[in-house]
């Protein structure tokens, strides 16, 4: 490969530059969820899985599930990546009044951003860092403060917050957190009265060959269970990161207790501890894979720490800190064979040309910041989540999969523009056997979404498409998709942000005829009915991947 300076319109943008010979490296195959999770994911990297050396899972925890059929015996994967079956396969300095112009002109702010109020900058001393000389000229009128921090023994005990407009009252406890403080101007770590500058809002993941959050419980029992299925020789194969946040038991009861407190406003989690241990990540009081095999004395004091700040959060949560200490004590040394610094094995690999795929959890519309939210995840289960989970740049990713079930579903609570609440959505649920993996809910269903569908593939950026559960459809005389969102009668050229507001928008529906056969032994698309075909061309049509698309039924043949 020979570098060279940058040209833009026959313009020499940078100065040439030696050249330099480099390696070549592989590209990743990236495979993800283009709806709201269950498209069929993994039975298309168990296809793909034939071809490469490599599986990895970049995100997410054991609140995924995915079933793969292999000689008629199915295989449960909530941690592992179904790959495994395979034997081959491993962003102002200051502000306006020191020289900054014009800024409403060019200030763009997403709303998709998380809002940062007062009560979440509250130092331990009784000060908000929002009162910090940072960027108190700049306009506010978002939100009026009051209230305050109250202290005993030099400590946060209580924040009251009560903020107009809108009315609401929000306590919360806390104790005993260390002070920090804001560097005035730093880049990346301003606030405008509430609005970060840097919008990142990366719940991120970790790299783990299969295992982003390590609930190692659950990983050996997991592994038990597919290994008596017939998986062998996995001890050869499984590379775990020792970047890897762990999820402890503790985790999953606080999950259930954040969603009792919501009531029914709960937003139907699994309940597996993944939403409280990306929490532990990104306020830096989480406990790695690398702490359990490290000096086990700081991990003991680590957990300690990490269970007595969720003790007094929640004075009801159980926790046996000596049996847990002993327990992963014991874990600690049945997970050390795994454990490997994936991010430089994973570069190894592709630099000696070796062959990578990328099993992603979950969905895009489940994507903690382009998702619906908050009915989402906790983490980035689009394209980003593939960098930040595996430690790689954006050029080794080649081709990436969007799976696309051929009607739509859904488990838990959220919006759901096109869902069927008749005898046709339980006509789905049933031929489908739509009933989720992990939490064995039933998943609710709606006709095919191509707006939602064409919002994946901005963010995600698709080079091909895999069509699943097409023969799910076999007896429906017409078949429904929507094809655009409206509000008060006008078409929607974006995608909300807001959650209720997809909730409301009016959906406009095209109506196809059916093919009312079973296609289900159908190998070949040339022989499949022509209702079928059409119904495929014109998703194609709509969407515009560039790229050839694949359409799978089930039973893990390609169709």
């Given at each position: 490969m ?6 833009m319109n026959?313009q020499v ?9 480099r390696?070549?490296?592989s ?12 498209e069929?994911?993994g039975?298309?990297?168990?296809m793909?899985a034939?071809e ?7 995100q997410?925890?054991?609140?995924a599930?995915h079933t793969?059929?292999v000689d008629r015996?199915e295989?449960d994967f ?13 962003s102002l300095?200051?502000n306006e009044?020191k ?7 060019r200030?763009?702010?997403?709303d998709?951003a998380?809002?940062v ?10 000060h908000?860092l ?7 000229l700049?306009?506010n009128g ?20 009560n903020?107009?407009p809108?009315?609401w009252r929000?306590r919360l ?6 002070r920090?403080e804001s ?9 405008l009265n509430g609005?970060p500058?840097?919008?990142?809002a990366n719940?991120?993941?970790l790299p783990l060959f299969?295992?982003?959050?390590s609930?190692?419980p659950?990983l050996?029992d997991e592994?038990?269970?597919n ?15 020792d970047?890897?946040?762990?999820v402890?038991d503790?985790?999953?009861?606080v ?10 406003k709960?937003?139907?989690?699994t309940k597996?501890g993944?939403?409280p241990?990306?929490?532990s ?8 894979v690398a702490?359990?095999l490290?000096d086990?004395d700081q991990?003991i ?5 990490l269970a007595?700040?969720?003790?007094r959060?929640?004075?009801d949560l159980q926790?046996?800190?000596e049996a847990e200490i002993?327990?992963y004590?014991?874990?600690a040394?049945r ?14 690999a592709l630099?000696k040309?070796?062959s990578v795929l990328?099993?992603?959890a979950?969905a895009?519309m489940?994507d903690i910041?382009f998702g619906t ?7 980035n289960c689009s ?5 930040t989970?595996?430690g790689?740049p ?5 081709e990436?999969i969007?799976?696309?079930k051929?009607y739509t579903?859904?488990?838990g ?6 869902e069927?609440?008749d005898e046709?959505?339980e006509l789905l649920?049933?031929r489908?056997?739509?009933?989720g993996?992990?939490?064995?809910r039933?998943r609710r269903c709606g006709?095919l979404?191509i ?5 994946t593939?901005?963010?995600n950026?698709?080079?091909?498409l895999?069509l699943?559960?097409l ?12 094809v655009?969102y409206k ?8 995608f909300?942000?807001?959650a209720a507001?997809?909730?409301r928008v ?5 109506t196809?005829?059916g ?7 159908i190998?070949?698309?040339?022989k499949l ?6 119904y495929?061309?014109r ?10 698309s694949?359409t799978?039924?089930?039973?893990g043949?390609?169709t």
């Amino acid at each position: 490969m020979v570098e060279r300076a940058v040209e833009m319109n026959g313009q020499v943008l940078g100065s040439p530059r030696k050249r330099v010979k480099r390696d070549p490296v592989s590209k990743v195959t990236v495979v993800l969820g283009a709806q709201w999770g269950d498209e069929g994911k993994g039975k298309v990297v168990d296809m793909l899985a034939t071809e490469v050396d490599v599986v990895c899972r970049c995100q997410g925890g054991n609140n995924a599930g995915h079933t793969v059929v292999v000689d008629r015996t199915e295989y449960d994967f909530h941690l592992l990546p179904s790959g495994i079956i395979n034997p081959k396969c491993k962003s102002l300095e200051k502000n306006e009044a020191k020289g900054l112009a014009n800024w409403e002109d060019r200030l763009l702010i997403s709303d998709r951003a998380h809002i940062v109020f007062d009560f979440h900058q509250v130092c331990s001393n009784g000060h908000f860092l929002g009162s910090f000389e940072d960027f108190h000229l700049l306009p506010n009128g978002a939100y009026q403060k009051r209230g305050g921090a109250f202290h005993k023994n030099n400590k946060i005990n209580r924040i009251s917050v009560n903020l107009d407009p809108p009315r609401w009252r929000t306590r919360l406890q806390r104790t005993g957190r260390s002070r920090f403080e804001s560097r005035s101007g730093e880049l990346g770590g301003g606030f405008l009265n509430g609005f970060p500058l840097s919008l990142h809002a990366n719940a991120g993941s970790l790299p783990l060959f299969n295992l982003p959050n390590s609930y190692l419980p659950g990983l050996f029992d997991e592994l038990e269970k597919n290994e008596a299925k017939g998986l062998a020789n996995w001890e050869d194969r499984l590379l775990i990161s020792d970047r890897a946040h762990i999820v402890f038991d503790f985790h999953q009861q606080v999950d259930g207790l954040q969603e009792l407190e919501k009531g029914q406003k709960s937003l139907g989690t699994t309940k597996k501890g993944i939403g409280p241990t990306y929490s532990s990540k990104a306020t830096r009081n989480g406990i790695r894979v690398a702490d359990l095999l490290g000096d086990f004395d700081q991990f003991i004091e680590k957990f300690q720490s990490l269970a007595s700040v969720y003790q007094r959060m929640f004075p009801d949560l159980q926790v046996n800190v000596e049996a847990e200490i002993v327990r992963y004590k014991a874990y600690a040394e049945r997970v050390r064979p795994y454990v490997v610094d994936t991010v430089s094995y994973l570069h190894s690999a592709l630099k000696k040309g070796q062959s990578v795929l990328v099993e992603g959890a979950n969905a895009a519309m489940l994507d903690i910041d382009f998702g619906t939210y908050p009915y989402v995840t906790s983490s980035n289960c689009s394209i980003g989540g593939v960098c930040t989970g595996l430690g790689l740049p954006p050029c080794h990713i080649g081709e990436v999969i969007g799976v696309v079930k051929a009607y739509t579903t859904r488990v838990g609570d959220g919006p759901f523009p096109s869902e069927l609440k008749d005898e046709v959505g339980e006509l789905l649920q049933t031929r489908g056997s739509e009933v989720g993996v992990t939490t064995k809910r039933k998943r609710r269903c709606g006709w095919l979404d191509i707006p939602l569908l064409q919002y994946t593939a901005l963010v995600n950026g698709y080079s091909a498409l895999c069509l699943t559960k097409l023969d799910i459809l076999d007896t429906l005389s017409e078949i429904k998709m929507v094809v655009a969102y409206k509000k008060k009668g006008k078409v929607l050229d974006y995608f909300p942000a807001n959650a209720a507001e997809v909730g409301r928008v009016e959906v406009e529906y095209e109506t196809l005829p059916g093919w009312n056969s079973n296609i289900e032994n159908i190998r070949e698309y040339d022989k499949l009915p022509e209702c079928a075909r059409k119904y495929v061309e014109r998703i194609e049509d709509l969407l515009q991947i560039p790229g050839e698309s694949r359409t799978f039924s089930s039973g893990g043949v390609e169709t």
